[in-house]
């Protein structure tokens, strides 16, 4: 590899972060269309927290040295719903599932990533960019790729820094706990983490500050972000400043969405030695 080759393969690298796949005009606009519908399903059947908890456990499973699992529509199958740690998802499936019968034309992939960007906006939360053209996979991830809620911070790190996110990723995401509640029959735990579980603010990072309450639950992989100095750096920001928090959160979720989709696809055609670049 000579050295022009090799500084356009770095140059490459950085650019990719701008390079999404290009769909048809017939699947945008289905997209839209489908935006719309899942805005009036979520506001009618007050689902955002589960819907958004698919989104979540469908991305979580990537591992970024296996380049395996992602946000890539597996969860739809029963072997991944299975997994413990999805308990209760097949609800969300079946909630959605007439509404992605109108649109044959969206990748499950895509749809239910569509549908956890809609679950934090109808509920007062940022707007988080969406890029369609994810293809579906029928390859289940093993399952223990999730976060445990009796993990520490050591755990966090292990399962976040394994799809490819970082210390502030980690605390703005789990600001999303900000909607819903704990299920004794799925996780062993019971009660929502704020007063209001289906409005997303930063109230999440309000309550963990003030400690233990009646009628509220903190998880012990809650608590972890204020026993580490770092997480607890971004918890008192985030209780301080929902404007920073919400920024924050898009940022992550929107990562979250996207783990190994992008920059596996176009790699190989963009770091090719015949691509050259020409910098002004």
């Not at 469908?58 to 969860?75: E, F, M, R, V, W």
């Not at 959605?96 to 499950?108: H, R």
């Not at 109808?122 to 009796?150: C, K, M, N, Q, W």
């Amino acid at each position: 590899m000579n050295m022009q080759h090799s500084m356009s393969c770095e140059i490459f690298q950085r650019l990719m972060a701008l390079v999404y796949p290009q769909v048809s005009e017939e699947y945008r606009l289905a997209v839209e269309s489908c935006r719309r519908k899942l805005r009036g399903l979520i506001q009618e059947k007050h689902c955002a927290p589960l819907i958004l908890r698919l989104a979540w456990h469908s991305a979580g499973t990537y591992d970024a040295n296996t380049k395996t699992g992602g946000p890539l529509g597996t969860i739809r199958n029963k072997g991944e719903l299975s997994h413990a740690a999805n308990a209760g998802l097949d609800n969300a499936v079946k909630l959605l599932q007439p509404i992605k019968e109108q649109f044959p034309i969206l990748s499950y992939a895509d749809f239910y990533q569509l549908a956890g960007v809609v679950a934090v906006e109808v509920t007062g939360g940022p707007s988080v960019p969406f890029h369609p053209g994810r293809i579906d996979s029928d390859e289940i991830p093993e399952e223990g790729r999730l976060p445990d809620a009796t993990g520490g911070s050591d755990h966090l790190r292990t399962v976040f820094y394994r799809m490819g996110l970082e210390d502030k990723d980690i605390v703005a995401l789990s600001g999303g706990h900000t909607l819903g509640r704990c299920h004794k029959e799925r996780s062993g735990y019971e009660g929502p983490w704020t007063k209001t579980p289906l409005i997303f603010d930063n109230s999440y990072f309000k309550e963990l500050l003030i400690g233990e309450q009646e009628g509220l639950i903190q998880l012990p992989s809650d608590k972890a972000l204020l026993q580490d100095p770092i997480f607890s750096k971004y918890v008192h920001l985030y209780a301080k400043d929902e404007n920073a928090f919400f920024a924050d959160y898009a940022e992550a979720h929107l990562k979250l969405s996207e783990l190994g989709w992008r920059r596996g696809k176009w790699c190989a055609f963009l770091c090719s030695p015949c691509v050259t670049v020409k910098i002004t």
